[in-house]
């Protein structure tokens, strides 16, 4: 069962997620709140998979509160609720450690596959407006490549690159003759070695390091 709490001021945006989350026999809502202080509160209590957390709230703004929970010994994924597509707000969580954005008017189906997508941690949410988000809020200088990405092999630097322009296990698989648990494995361990959470935080790197 994937666990999530949902944090947005708005009581009837919070009412038809609900809604559509608990329609699903493998997603249960475990618990809301209606600012970004009480939705630290309700996840450290309700210890949910994901967290699902507006960006613009009272009291506390979800950019500091996803700052808070990532924080804490073995998090939530985190993301991040917003109206619009390119969000420097959403940017920025992105690069506190959330999981990636998903826009408020999305059809249900889509938030549905987000939800499972990132509680299997797989994929980056929306990649494609990740990717443009991104490109085109990134002004400053790259800063040189870590030795940590020199010491991928040749063969993680071909799938990192891949990632790194949004495209899915399946895709990468398919465009280099490999099998999904292969590239799936590929991709754990550049994570591992580069120190990052998830694919976005992939995405975060390369464009801050000029490798996209």
């Known amino acids: 069962m994937i666990r999530v709490v949902l944090v947005d001021d708005q009581a ?7 809604m559509v989350l608990d ?3 493998d997603i249960e809502v475990v618990g809301e709140a209606g600012d970004g202080r009480e939705g630290v509160a309700v996840a450290r209590v309700m210890r949910p998979d994901i967290v699902l957390m507006d960006i613009r709230m009272p009291v506390l703004d979800g950019i500091a509160a996803t700052a808070e929970l990532l924080g804490d010994d073995d998090p939530p994924r985190v993301v991040m609720l917003t109206t619009f597509d390119l969000d420097e707000a959403a940017a920025r969580a992105i690069r506190e450690g959330a999981s990636g954005f998903l826009l408020k008017d999305a059809e249900p189906e889509f938030l549905l596959a987000a939800v499972r997508t990132v509680h299997a941690g797989s994929a980056v949410i929306a990649a494609s407006a990740t990717r443009e988000l991104f490109a085109s ?20 630097r071909e799938i990192f690159a891949l990632a790194a322009r949004g495209l899915s296990n399946a895709e990468i698989a398919t465009g280099e003759f490999l099998s999904e648990a292969t590239v799936k494995t590929h991709v754990s361990r550049i994570l591992t070695k580069l120190g990052l959470r998830d694919r976005v935080q992939l995405v975060v790197f390369a464009y801050e390091h000029g490798l996209a």
Do not use: K, N, V, Y
């Open 12 to 18: 009837l945006f919070r009412a038809g997620i609900r």
């Open 23 to 25: 329609s699903q026999s």
């Open 137 to 156: 809020m990134t002004d400053a200088a790259p800063r040189p490549a870590p030795a940590a990405f020199a010491a991928l092999t040749e063969r993680e």
